[in-house]
T-cell receptor
Framework: GAGVSQTPSNKVTEKGKYVELRCDPI?????LYWYRQSLGQGPEFLIY????????DSGLPNDRFFAVRPEGSVSTLKIQRTERGDSAVYLC????????????FGPGTRLLVL | AQSVTQLGSHVSVSEGALVLLRCNYS??????LFWYVQYPNQGLQLLLK??????LVKGINGFEAEFKKSETSFHLTKPSAHMSDAAEYFC????????????FGKGITLSVRP
C-alpha cells in the first residue's frame, strides 16, 4: 500500500516568508509525528498528534511553528516569519497506534531559507 | 529524559567484512529501541526494533541487534557487508509510555569498500 507522502519535496523561500508543509499519513494510522533533521544530525521531535489533537507539542522550537490535523488524517506544519536557521529536512511519520507501534517515515521536505 | 549516543560519525568496512555500529542509550524507564537506515534522498526505513521478549532481534537485509540492559547498549551487526549497505544508520529510543516520540542519535555513515 501507499506509504507516507510529503509535499513539496523541496521548498526554497526567503527569510521572513510563511511556508506550509504537508503530510499525508498511511491510511488508518491515527498517530502522526513531525521531526526536523538538520544537516549532520539525527531527526529531532517537533510534535505528535493522536487523531485531531496535538498530544505533545513540546518539541516546537518557538511560536513561529504551528501544526494542524483538522480531520485526523492530513497534517500541515506551518512556519511563520522563516529564518535561515529553519533550513532543514522536515520529516513526517505515522503509526497505527498501540504500545508497540512502529513509526513509518515519509521522504521529507527539504526547506531552504535564503 | 532519554538520550542516544552513537560514537563516531563514520565507519568504513570492506565488502564481506563484519559490520558493527554502536549505540548506547539512557532511559529512566524500560525502553523500546530501534535502528533506522536512511539512503541518500530517501526517508528513514525501519531495520529492526526491540520492544519486549527476546533480546537478540533480527531485522531486514541480514542485520541484527542485541539489547543488553546491563550495558545500556543496542549495537547493530551484520556478518558480511554488501555494497548496498552504504547508508546512514540511526539508533533511536522511546519510552513505553503514552508519549511515544522517538529520540534519535546523531547517526553513523557506513561506507563499504570494494
Amino acid at each position: 500500500g501507499a506509504g507516507v507522502s510529503q509535499t513539496p519535496s523541496n521548498k526554497v523561500t526567503e527569510k521572513g516568508k510563511y511556508v506550509e508543509l504537508r503530510c499525508d499519513p498511511i491510511s488508518g494510522h491515527t498517530a502522526l509525528y513531525w521531526y526536523r533533521q538538520s544537516l549532520g544530525q539525527g531527526p529531532e521531535f517537533l510534535i505528535y498528534f493522536q487523531g485531531t489533537g496535538a498530544a505533545d507539542d513540546s518539541g516546537l522550537p518557538n511560536d513561529r511553528f504551528f501544526a494542524v490535523r483538522p480531520e485526523g488524517s492530513v497534517s500541515t506544519l506551518k512556519i511563520q516569519r522563516t529564518e535561515r536557521g529553519d533550513s532543514a529536512v522536515y520529516l513526517c511519520a505515522s503509526a497505527r497506534g498501540g504500545s508497540e507501534e512502529t513509526q513509518y517515515f515519509g521522504p521529507g521536505t527539504r526547506l531552504l531559507v535564503l | 529524559a532519554q538520550s542516544v549516543t552513537q560514537l563516531g560519525s563514520h565507519v568504513s568496512v570492506s565488502e564481506g567484512a563484519l559490520v558493527l555500529l554502536r549505540c548506547n542509550y539512557s532511559s529512566s524507564v524500560p525502553p523500546y529501541l530501534f535502528w533506522y537506515v536512511q539512503y541518500p534522498n530517501q526517508g528513514l526505513q525501519l531495520l529492526l526494533k526491540y520492544t519486549t521478549g527476546a533480546t537478540l532481534v533480527k531485522g531486514i537485509n541480514g542485520f541484527e541487534a542485541e539489547f543488553k540492559k546491563s550495558e545500556t547498549s543496542f549495537h547493530l551487526t551484520k556478518p558480511s557487508a554488501h555494497m548496498s549497505d552504504a547508508a546512514e544508520y540511526f539508533c533511536a529510543v522511546r519510552t513505553t509510555g503514552a508519549n511515544s516520540k522517538l529520540t534519535f542519535g546523531k547517526g553513523i555513515t557506513l561506507s563499504v569498500r570494494p
